[in-house]
């Protein structure tokens, strides 16, 4: 499988199954569709054409008015040696591994140790965080339970994730430290290492808050939404107010003091601001190089939700954000643009590849009451209500069903170019729109495959500026 696209003056080829990035000439991106069909089987086996060694006449005369018999022929004979070195037209390698290790141990922990918010945000996924089952906040003995969960449950995985989520965990920050401080405590008797990220809107951000989460977790999401109109407008304080102002001196000093610990503003795009790149823009001027700028998944009726009606406006948009950090890379500053990042050299593992964040199998989230969700976007559907901490209960059904949830077992997925780099998109998404997790939904798949290109796109410009 191949896939082909252009970014202004160069031609790029991807081969699907083993990564490879070709730049190719004019000639070669005009009859590459028509030479695919003339490569068999692929591997040790040198591939051949049906006509052996002669460029195939049919190909010839379909372009003979555009190029040359040479110019063609010499196309062919080049894509054929690539293809006799399996670097196109290459053999899916992927698929027997689909149901390798399919009863993974748990090794990320999702705690929503808040199911409160001091934020409105009319986007939130969460029902204005409390997820639609009531305002409250996790205990430590919840929280601690949780951790002895994530141990029981993560045998031969030294390295454990846990996120502190809500709502907004700095609401139950007490209960944040006790779990951190219990954990730790377990890592020489269990032999693990535990990861710690917090996601926060930074209301409540202070000298002391800014300290412990600097000095303890290994990372941190700093949500805001760009431009102060923007983020206003979305992200209200519950007086109607907005909180732009608020949090914007909070993350910089946040981030001033962080030094070269890992973080991220992450801000959320609409239909009412399809000019995105402008608050990415506003974000890095304002001093953060570090930034994810996500579209919203939302019910078409709302007015501020994306459509497909709205995929080449979007488009448009990345690639004007390309040519902008483009820029700003020439002037010789750095910014890292979340979803332009991509390794073309390795990339991540197979399984990573063909399940992605792994929710309900590898990767769980717990509530303040105890129950067990496959993810975060999961939370109150009692259909994927997992267990409960607290009677020590756990589906291993709907573990296996999550665990069966790979681009081969997603229709749309299996002949998609983008398979193995989006891992068949997110699962709550699938299900919120499609009423099925195997169910790939095509506005969130429309936009990862513009931002792969342009990933791919802004690689190949980096290596392209250290050769010069």
């Known amino acids: 499988m191949i896939h082909k696209f252009k970014a202004r003056d160069l ?110 945000c009319k986007y939130c996924f969460a029902s204005t965080g409390d997820f639609g089952t009531g305002r409250k906040l996790m205990s430590y003995e919840i929280g601690k339970a949780a951790i002895d969960f994530l141990l029981e449950r993560s045998p031969n995985r030294p390295n454990l994730d846990v996120d502190f989520f809500g709502g907004e965990p700095l609401m139950n ?29 930074g209301l409540l951000l202070n000298d002391e808050k800014i300290d412990y989460i600097n000095e303890n977790m290994d990372n941190v999401v700093l949500s805001i939404d760009g431009r102060k109109e923007v983020n206003d407008n979305m992200r209200p304080l519950p007086n109607g107010k907005g909180s732009y102002d608020i949090i914007i001196k909070n993350f910089k000093k946040l981030v001033e003091k962080r030094g070269d610990k890992e973080y991220y503003v992450r801000g959320t795009y609409t239909r009412n601001n399809l000019d995105f790149a402008n608050d990415i823009l506003s974000l890095y001027n304002e001093g953060f190089d570090q930034i994810s700028v996500e579209p919203v998944m939302e019910d078409p009726s709302m007015d501020y939700a994306i459509t497909e009606k709205d995929l080449d406006r979007i488009n448009e ?22 979803h332009f990042m991509i390794d073309l050299d390795q990339g991540p593992c197979i399984i990573k590849r063909l399940r992605g964040c792994g929710s309900g199998n590898e990767y769980v989230c717990v509530t303040p009451d105890g129950e067990i969700y496959p993810c975060h976007q999961f939370v109150g559907k009692k259909e994927f209500l997992m267990g409960n901490i607290l009677d020590n209960t756990f589906d291993e059904d709907i573990k296996k069903v999550f665990s069966k949830a790979h681009v081969y077992s997603k229709p749309k997925c299996q002949k998609c170019w983008a398979k193995y780099y989006c891992s068949g998109g997110c699962n709550a998404n699938n299900y919120n729109f499609n009423g099925d997790i195997l169910d790939s939904y095509d506005v969130a798949c429309g936009i990862q495959k513009k931002r792969l290109e342009a990933a791919i796109i802004m690689k190949i410009r980096d290596m392209l500026k250290e050769e010069e």
């Open 11 to 120: 031609n790029i080829l991807l081969d699907v199954n083993n990564g490879g990035v070709h730049l190719i000439d004019d000639v070669t991106y005009d009859i590459i569709d028509a030479i695919e069909p003339y490569f068999q089987e692929m591997g040790s086996d040198a591939p051949m054409a049906k006509e052996g060694s002669t460029c195939p006449e049919e190909i010839i005369e379909q372009f003979k008015d555009k190029y040359t018999r040479e110019e063609i022929c010499e196309s062919f004979e080049e894509v054929r040696g690539l293809a006799a070195e399996d670097l196109l037209f290459s053999k899916d390698q992927y698929e027997k591994y689909a149901n390798t290790a399919v009863d993974s141990p748990i090794k990320s922990l999702c705690l929503n140790i808040s199911h409160d918010c001091n934020m409105r």
């Open 317 to 338: 948009e990345y690639d004007r954000l390309m040519d902008e950090i483009t820029a700003i890379k020439e002037g010789g500053k750095f910014i890292n643009f979340f």
């Open 173 to 201: 920050f007490e209960v944040v430290k006790q779990v951190v401080e219990y954990a730790r405590s377990k890592e020489k008797e269990y032999g693990k290492n535990f990861r710690f990220t917090i996601t926060t809107n």
